[in-house]
C-alpha cells in the first residue's frame, strides 16, 4: 500500500511533471472535472481546484473523467483487452443505460468483465457506465439543459418498483411492511438522483441517496425505532420536504424549513444543529466543528457524529472539509459531496451581492 504525501508535495511533482508517482497517484482537477497523471503535460492548474487521489477508481467515484491527453485509463487498458473493449464503448455512449445483457451481446462473458474491473478500478463497468451517466446528466443541467433521463437513471419508473428495491434494502417483501404505519417512506427524485425519504405526520427522519452504503443499516434502525411500524407513502411533511429540494436546486432557496427528527446522542445531535449553521456556500474543517460546539479536541468524534448523519442536504455534512482543503468522505459519494459545494456557490455569490 501506498500512502499520499500531503497536498504541497503533489502539488509540486505535478508542477514538475514528476514521474515518480506514475501509478501511484492521480489529480483531479475541479475547475475542468478532469482526472490526470502527475505527469500530464497540460498547463497546470491552481492549487487550490487539485485533489489527489491513490487509485483511478477513486478518481472516477469522485466524478472526474479521464484527461484526453495524458490518457489516465491507458495502463488498465492496455492490461486487458475486455476493459479496453468496454472503456471504448462507454466514450462513445455515455449516457446509455448499460446492462448485463449488453455486455453478454458484445461477445464477453459478464464475470470475466466484473472481476476485471474490480480489480483495476474498484468498481464493475455497470457502476463506471452509471457514474458517467449521472455525471452527464448533471453537466446538461449545469449548462442551463432540462433534466434528462441520465439523471434520473438511477430512478424508479413506478411505485411498485420502488416499492420492491425499498424491500430489497430491508430484507422484507412489500406486502409484509405496515399497511397504515407510523413512519412513511416515499422516493424524491432530484438532480444529482433518487433519495429516499422517511417521515411520520410531524417530522422527517431520514433522507438519504438510494445508493448510500449505510441506507439499509438506517433504515432498519428506524424500522426498530417505529417497533416495526415502517411502510410506504407520504404525509405532508414529505411534500414540503420535495418542494424544498426543488427550490434548493432550481438555484431559488438553500432555506429548508421542514421539522427534523433526530436519532443520535446528545453530542451528535450538537454537531448535526451545528451542520445546519453553515451558509450555503461556505465550508468548514472538523476542527472548526469541534470549536463551534465547545469541544475542540474533540474532533474525530465530530468526524463520526458528521458521517452517522441521515439527513442529508439539510442537514448539511457535505459542507465540511480536510484542514488541507480536501473533500473527505461522505456518503453519497464525492462526486456528488462537490457537485454540491458547486451548485452553492451561486448561493454564496447571491448573497454577497
Same mark, same amino acid.
Given at each position: ?51 489527489? $487521489? ?6 472516477? %467515484?469522485?466524478? $472526474?473523467?479521464?484527461? +484526453? ?30 446492462? %448485463? ?43 442551463? @439543459? ?10 424508479? %419508473?413506478?411505485?411498485?418498483? $420502488?416499492?420492491?428495491?425499498?424491500? +430489497? ?51 432498519? +434502525? ?9 411502510? $410506504? ?16 436546486? !432550481? @438555484?431559488? !432557496? ?14 451528535? +445531535? ?21 470549536? #463551534? ?38 456518503? @453519497?459519494? #464525492? ?8 451548485? %452553492? ?9
Amino acid at each position: 500500500m501506498f500512502d499520499l504525501p500531503n497536498h504541497d508535495t503533489l502539488y509540486a511533482a505535478l508542477c514538475n511533471r514528476d514521474d515518480t508517482y506514475e501509478g501511484r497517484a492521480w489529480v483531479g482537477v475541479s475547475s475542468t472535472g478532469i482526472f490526470c497523471r502527475l505527469s500530464c503535460p497540460a498547463r497546470n492548474p491552481k492549487p487550490e481546484n487539485c485533489q489527489f $487521489f491513490d487509485s483511478v477508481g477513486a478518481c472516477i %467515484e469522485a466524478g $472526474f473523467r479521464a484527461c +484526453k491527453r495524458c490518457h489516465p485509463l491507458a495502463p488498465m487498458a492496455k492490461a486487458e483487452p475486455v476493459i479496453e473493449q468496454l472503456l471504448a464503448a462507454l466514450e462513445i455512449r455515455p449516457t446509455y443505460r448499460w446492462s %448485463e445483457g449488453d455486455v453478454t451481446r458484445m461477445g464477453l462473458d459478464a464475470s470475466t468483465v466484473r472481476r476485471a474491473f474490480k480489480r483495476h478500478f474498484g468498481m464493475t463497468f455497470l457502476e463506471m457506465a452509471r457514474q458517467r451517466r449521472l455525471r452527464e446528466g448533471f453537466t446538461t443541467l449545469a449548462k442551463g @439543459g432540462p433534466v434528462i433521463e441520465a439523471q434520473l437513471d438511477a430512478g424508479f %419508473e413506478s411505485p411498485s418498483a $420502488f416499492r420492491t428495491a425499498f424491500g +430489497k434494502l430491508l430484507g422484507q417483501s412489500p406486502g409484509s411492511f405496515a399497511q397504515d404505519a407510523l413512519l412513511r417512506a416515499d422516493c424524491i427524485d432530484t438532480p444529482l438522483g433518487p433519495m429516499v425519504a422517511v417521515c411520520d405526520k410531524h417530522a422527517l427522519h431520514l433522507l438519504e441517496f438510494v445508493d448510500r452504503k449505510a441506507l439499509p443499516g438506517s433504515l432498519k +434502525k428506524l424500522q426498530t425505532y417505529a417497533k416495526g411500524s415502517l411502510g $410506504f407513502g407520504r404525509f405532508g411533511i414529505t411534500d414540503q420536504v420535495a418542494a424544498e429540494l426543488d427550490a434548493f436546486f !432550481s @438555484g431559488n !432557496s438553500a432555506e429548508f424549513r421542514v421539522p427534523l427528527a433526530y436519532h443520535g446522542s446528545a453530542f451528535t +445531535k450538537d454537531v448535526w444543529q451545528a451542520l445546519r449553521e453553515i451558509p450555503a456556500g461556505e465550508t468548514r474543517s472538523y476542527s472548526d466543528m469541534a470549536g #463551534l460546539i465547545g469541544r475542540p479536541s474533540s474532533v474525530r468524534a465530530v468526524a463520526r457524529a458528521n458521517g452517522a448523519n441521515q439527513i442529508a442536504l439539510i442537514v448539511p455534512c457535505h459542507r465540511v472539509i480536510g484542514a488541507d482543503g480536501s473533500l473527505t468522505g461522505y456518503g @453519497g459519494g #464525492l462526486w456528488r459531496k462537490q457537485r454540491l459545494i458547486e451548485l %452553492e456557490q451561486a448561493y454564496r455569490d447571491k448573497s454577497a451581492a
